[in-house]
């Protein structure tokens, strides 16, 4: 190989995760899949961590090949989710990360800025700025707020107009 020519990296799953795969990629929407089918597919409880790591690297490789999208049906295995499903999923999420960064922001507050150098102050002050975005950006109101204006506009909203309604 030419030393100039560069190693292209490919994510290579294992034997049990293309297994997988190729099973979830003959499922409809709203087909779900039982843990104890995973279990036979690749040989590994999908409830535990060795398990659970197979499973995530098939559902990854589906999302980024594919487009598609499975969710966690607790006690009982994954179902293949519906554009709708993806959507009110993805919404489900940004609760999920207003909570970290109110929890994250919390632990900030209890560092004291005075007894930082110069530049960990930068940074702290930057952290915080970010996570306090991240609380106001990703409220209800804020999302209703975007809704109500990507309404008029045939539910489109470009990057700047986005961030002037969270301005």
Partial sequence: M?????????????????RLKSR???MDVDQLISYQEINEIINENPQKPKGRSIVYAALKA???????????????????????EIMESSNA??????????????????????TLSLSQRV???????????????TSAKRIKTIERAAATKNGVLDLKETLALLG
């Fill in 2 to 18: 030419d030393t100039t020519e560069k190693k292209k990296c490919t994510f290579q799953p294992a034997a049990e995760s293309a």
């Fill in 62 to 84: 589906l999302r980024a090949e594919n487009q598609i999208v499975f969710g966690c049906v607790e006690n009982e295995g994954y179902k293949r989710l519906s554009d709708a």
């Fill in 123 to 137: 940074t702290y002050h930057a952290i915080s700025t970010v996570l306090s975005f991240m609380r106001a950006s």
């Fill in 93 to 114: 999420d940004i609760a999920g990360i207003r909570k970290r960064a109110g929890r994250s922001s919390n632990k900030l507050e209890c560092a004291d800025p005075g």
């Fill in 24 to 26: 979830l990629l003959e």
